[in-house]
């Protein structure tokens, strides 16, 4: 069984030394542990500093794409190398690499899709209290979504089956973290935690610059996945809202004139007829929403069966074509000088 830890970076050469020599060198139930940097445009020594620890797996970035892009393409380079599991850890050395072994053994013994690291966040000593009740707010909202029971949902300290990555398909650039655990739960995957300690802070989160920017965009996330799976249940609540506050001024206006009110309280039926056009608004677009979901189903189901073909070889199946096509391939410079012209992602294998 092959594990690849991908460790996503933008300028951690003061921490990868750590982050490096703190993954283990065996796991039991593990045959061959590969370890992939995913270079997001970094600017410091963070390559330079990898490959003196010995990594010969990288994903490069010719400019800074995010977190969610990240992860997209670590995925996408690990299912290449042939991964059975996937562990995503972070370069700022936040979690405890120690602890891989204990986050892939439920994957390993069938009990798991996707394993968390639960960091409890009420433990953490460098969180602030707000944040700890925003961090709980937050995991309570995803598992409402996803129909899990998770207690720190926001923990980028993960391991996928090569199974779960066939089936998860991000679009969120910000973060993965929410997405692909509501995308987990409506697809019916087993997910679990593994309790964790974090390792003291070392510098500050570059996902976002304030708390306010952090709730806007996890918020949104959260939004955006939820209404990929069931926007008829967004949708029928909107049009349930729009159809009570309609009717009120109707009935207003009826109780007016059967008590023999005779002024022209024409203002509550224009009210009420906006209001009853929004709830009408708002069922066709629950219509429509929910044909794209069933559309999004189709074309997933797709993207399986096309990764199932383009990744469904065994890893030295996939490790002898590599080496036959690297032969062919352009040299790193000059893979490095045409992406970087055009913004592309780009991998090179020492």
């Given at each position: ?8 970076c ?9 982050v490096?020599?703190s993954?283990?060198k065996?796991i039991p ?6 370890i ?11 390559v330079e500093?990898?490959?003196e ?13 995010g ?5 997209h ?6 299912l ?6 996937v ?11 120690e602890r ?16 968390i ?7 953490i000593?460098h969180?602030?209290g707000?944040k ?20 720190d ?8 089956s090569r199974?779960?990555?066939?089936l998860?398909?991000?679009?969120t650039?910000?973060s993965?973290c929410?997405?692909t655990?509501?995308?987990a739960g409506?697809?019916r995957?087993?997910i ?6 974090t390792?003291?802070?070392?510098r ?5 610059k ?10 949104a996330a ?7 799976y ?8 909107l ?18 004139w059967?008590?023999g ?8 039926l ?11 608004m708002?069922?066709m ?7 794209i ?16 073909a ?15 096509v690297?032969q ?7 893979k ?5 012209s055009?913004g592309e992602?780009?991998?090179?294998s020492l």
């Amino acid at each position: 069984m092959k594990l690849v830890v991908q460790v996503p970076c933008l300028n951690e050469e003061e921490t990868l030394p750590s982050v490096l020599e703190s993954i283990p060198k065996e796991i039991p139930g593990i045959d061959e542990i590969v370890i992939l940097i995913i270079d997001d445009g970094c600017s410091d020594r963070t390559v330079e500093v990898a490959k003196e620890h010995g990594v010969r797996e990288f994903v490069h970035h010719s400019r800074n794409q995010g977190l969610g892009r990240s992860f997209h393409d670590g995925v996408v380079r690990a299912l290449e190398l042939g991964a059975d599991i996937v562990v995503n850890t972070d370069g700022d050395n936040q979690y405890p690499q120690e602890r891989i072994a204990d986050l892939v053994q439920p994957i390993i013994n069938g009990q798991a899709d996707i394993v968390i690291g639960d960091r409890q966040v009420d433990r953490i000593e460098h969180f602030s209290g707000l944040k700890k009740k925003l961090q709980k707010v937050g995991s309570k909202v995803v598992n409402m979504a996803a129909e899990t029971d998770l207690p720190d949902a926001a923990s980028g300290f993960r391991a996928y089956s090569r199974e779960s990555l066939m089936l998860l398909n991000t679009v969120t650039r910000f973060s993965y973290c929410m997405e692909t655990i509501i995308q987990a739960g409506n697809k019916r995957m087993k997910i679990t935690s593994v309790p964790i300690e974090t390792n003291a802070k070392t510098r500050e989160s570059r996902l976002f610059k304030s708390m306010p920017e952090h709730i806007m965009k996890s918020g949104a996330a959260i939004v955006r996945s939820y209404m990929m799976y069931k926007p008829y249940a967004i949708f029928v609540w909107l049009t349930a809202f729009f159809f009570v506050l309609g009717a009120i001024p109707f009935v207003r206006y009826l109780a007016l004139w059967l008590s023999g009110d005779n002024g022209n309280h024409i203002q509550s039926l224009l009210l009420g007829g906006v209001l009853i056009n929004l709830a009408f608004m708002s069922a066709m677009l629950g219509v429509i929403s929910d044909l794209i979901r069933t559309n999004r189903v189709l074309i997933e189901d797709d993207l399986e069966h096309t990764k199932k073909a383009r990744f469904g070889k065994s890893g030295t199946e996939m490790l002898r074509d590599q080496t036959s096509v690297a032969q062919f391939d352009l040299p790193h410079a000059q893979k490095r000088a045409a992406a970087q012209s055009s913004g592309e992602t780009w991998t090179t294998s020492l």
